[in-house]
């Protein structure tokens, strides 16, 4: 297989090392840039080969109980979380150059991340995907009405993660679901986050580096289209199955490469919103408590996630509804100043902002574009991204119709008042939305629960059938 070109570097430049089945690959060969910031970082050449495990070889964690994975999980959890573990620290002061958001966000995200590395959490997770969890450590017997006789197994895959840069969260979680499912784990790293993946390996072969989850996983990075690398590695004869989480272009780039054999697990880009009912006007302890709700919705990991809400449909009128806005507003604000994350707005976005609230009469906007938090109050919803802090609050006559706007890509919503949810969980999901819940408990989810409108780790698993006895005549 082919490997990529080297080119020239600083020695400044952040360094961003490969990990692969086991080995920390450094190196300096490639100069990269991040998305976000366009800040440089070097990672090294990739051996494509050796990312590659021969489908002639059995899965390594195959035949490794379910129950010692878990455990391999939660110490890696704990030592993810102690304040000297070096590999965390690295990770965290190499991303604070080439992440978005500050690096005490980053660091506070990632340490309540590993809260998923709990015992209860990931069997409550394998209990809610797998009708009989058995299946992932042998060969269930089966039997149909008619008495043909068959063993069933969920079948270690053989998985890609591309993984998004917006959150560390993802990589905690992509880990341990790719452990669970016994997987052989390729995955890429995003330009925002070339580190976190790698400090996760690094901290569980300091436990066991010859453990069968450290030999099943490689963290590699290379810049997302690079056909030298994806035409070669993209194939059925390597992976079962591509898991790719990210924008657009990400997920686009990725169906290029579908056919026969190579299935797509798309956690593609999604929109969150919140609907507020006329009840939070009935009184003023109403009307702060659900501003208040909104507020911890859109500043959801500084409103980078996609649980994070960007449209705010509230039933009122006019007057009503700019008071809803003020109240945001000074929340949203609030919390910007507690996070620390003081971005102003993109310039094209801030000039959209700016035209529009000149021009049109239709809009109103409360702060500014100085990366403080901006509240835009409009009768229809604005035609680009809310994203950094910008919410857009779209007055509606009824909360009927802000059904309307609801689709397949619409993720989380967020309601108020939680009495009125029953009303509208079915046209909801009718509208394509894959999850209601009360507003402010957007980035809290129930264990187990589907995401993206699916169970993940029973899409991930290759199903086998072992078909053993021919039914009576």
């Known amino acids: 297989m082919n490997t990529q070109p080297t080119q020239s570097h600083d020695e400044a430049t952040v360094s ?61 959890g704990q030592r993810m979380r102690d304040p000297n573990n070096p590999y965390m620290q690295e990770c965290f002061d190499r991303m604070a150059a080439t992440h978005i958001l500050p690096r005490g966000v980053v660091e506070t995200v990632s340490r309540h991340a590993t809260a998923y ?42 998985l890609i ?52 989850i450290v030999r099943s996983m490689s963290a590699v990075y290379w810049r997302g289209g690079d056909d030298s690398v994806e035409s070669v590695l993209y194939r059925p004869q390597y992976f079962d199955k591509i898991v790719a989480w990210g924008g657009g272009d990400a997920i686009n780039n990725v169906i290029k490469y579908l056919g026969p054999g190579f299935q797509l697990v798309s956690f593609d880009p999604k929109t969150s919103i919140s609907m507020v009912g006329k009840e939070a006007f009935e009184s003023e302890e109403a009307l702060e408590e659900a501003a208040e709700l909104a507020s911890v919705d859109v500043m959801t990991l500084n409103q ?3 649980v994070a809400s960007r449209f705010q449909y509230v039933e009122g009128s006019q007057e009503q509804v700019d008071r809803f806005c003020e109240k945001l507003h000074r929340n949203i604000a609030r919390r910007a100043a507690e996070s620390g994350d003081i971005r102003p707005l993109d310039m094209e976005l801030s000039e959209q902002i700016q035209m529009m609230q000149l021009m049109d009469d239709d809009y109103r906007v409360f702060g500014e574009t100085d990366g403080r938090g901006v509240v835009i109050r409009s009768e229809e919803p604005v035609d680009f991204h809310p994203i950094n802090k910008t919410a857009n609050v779209v007055r509606v006559d009824s909360l009927d119709d802000a059904v309307k706007h609801i689709n397949v890509a619409t993720q989380t919503v967020g309601f108020y008042p939680f009495s009125r949810m029953p009303d509208y969980r079915d046209r909801l999901a009718s509208g394509g939305a894959q999850r209601i819940v009360h507003l402010g408990e957007a980035g809290p989810a129930t264990i187990g629960n589907p995401h993206d409108a699916m169970y993940p780790l029973h899409r991930f698993v290759h199903w086998m059938a072992h078909e053993d006895g021919v039914a009576p005549r």
């Open 304 to 306: 980078e996630a996609c």
């Open 161 to 212: 993660h591309v993984l998004p840069g917006n959150s560390p969260g993802v990589a905690v979680k992509s880990v341990a679901q790719g452990a669970m499912v016994k997987g052989i784990n390729l995955f890429k790293m995003s330009s925002a986050d070339p580190f976190t993946m790698v400090a996760i390996l690094r901290t569980m072969a300091d436990i066991d580096p010859n453990h069968a």
């Open 117 to 158: 590395l709990d015992k209860r959490i990931l069997m409550a997770e394998v209990e809610q995907n797998f009708p009989d969890p058995k299946a992932l450590d042998g060969w269930v017997p089966k039997q149909d009405f008619t008495g043909r006789k068959s063993f069933v197994r969920a079948f270690a895959p053989r």
């Open 16 to 76: 961003a090392p490969n990990f692969i089945r086991g080995e920390l690959i450094e190196g300096s060969d490639i100069i990269q840039h991040s998305r976000d910031l366009g800040v440089s970082f070097a990672t090294p050449k990739i051996d494509l080969n050796k990312v590659v495990h021969p489908r002639t070889e059995v899965p390594p964690l195959l035949n490794v109980p379910l129950s010692e994975i878990i455990d391999f999980l939660v110490e890696t």
